[in-house]
């Protein structure tokens, strides 16, 4: 059986980087603990990107603006993201950091409650990444397919709670359970929706890869 934690300290010696100030974004923010893309998430982040080559790009949870950065290095010219946070202290930070990468432009900060913020969006997105609060992923979810365009892929980061999704809700901690609960509830409506072909990757914290299809009968 593979060591688990031998392969992913070896993936994370082949990282290159994401250059220099994504590189500061990443050792400021685990400095502070601010919850940040493993390096590996990171890695299968930019590779989505730039094989899906979205023109319209959603994210839920902007924190400092590193995974939208990540984004924006390996997007198409042209491209656009609008990115939605509400923790105020962060926002400045994440505003600051996209005008020194020059992406203000190209990057739409939305300040506020992803609940009211994802109802006043209009038109659809080619690609949605959410990381944001696990316990909502279900309940944005409805809007989230309204917004996700036909063959459009959505991304969701931190599905597999640091194992604990596995384990019975008697084995979580009770403060997690509420948690625990929906986000089981959200992986399996992901993988038992008609209209959305899913993936689970046992990568970093679990990524969920969901493309929304027009499903036929054989």
């Not at 300290?9 to 100030?21: C, N």
């Not at 105020?88 to 930070?93: S, W």
């Not at 931190?158 to 008697?170: A, K, M, P, T």
Request: contains cysteine; charged residues 25%.
């Amino acid at each position: 059986m593979m060591d688990q934690q031998r392969i992913t300290d070896y993936i994370h010696s082949l990282d290159r980087g994401h250059g220099e100030l994504c590189g500061r974004i990443a050792r400021e923010a685990r400095a502070a603990h601010v919850p940040i893309l493993r390096p590996e998430t990171a890695a299968l982040l930019q590779t989505v990107t730039a094989t899906v080559r979205p023109m319209r790009i959603l994210e839920v949870g902007t924190a400092v603006g590193y995974s939208a950065l990540l984004m924006a290095q390996v997007m198409p010219e042209g491209a656009h993201i609008t990115t939605i946070e509400k923790y105020t202290p962060r926002i400045p930070k994440a505003r600051e950091n996209f005008r020194l990468a020059g992406m203000e432009k190209a990057i739409t900060l939305v300040e506020g409650d992803a609940d009211e913020v994802l109802e006043q969006l209009s038109g659809t997105f080619d690609f949605i990444f959410m990381d944001a609060a696990k316990g909502q992923y279900i309940h944005w979810l409805p809007r989230i397919m309204a917004l996700l365009s036909e063959g459009g892929l959505l991304m969701t980061d931190n599905v597999l709670q640091d194992g604990d999704i596995v384990e019975s809700r008697f084995a979580v901690e009770r403060r997690n359970r509420t948690i625990h609960g929906r986000m089981r509830e959200y992986l399996y409506t992901l993988t038992h929706m008609d209209e959305l072909q899913t993936s689970i990757l046992p990568v970093g914290d679990g990524v969920a890869l969901s493309v929304k299809i027009q499903r036929r009968e054989p």
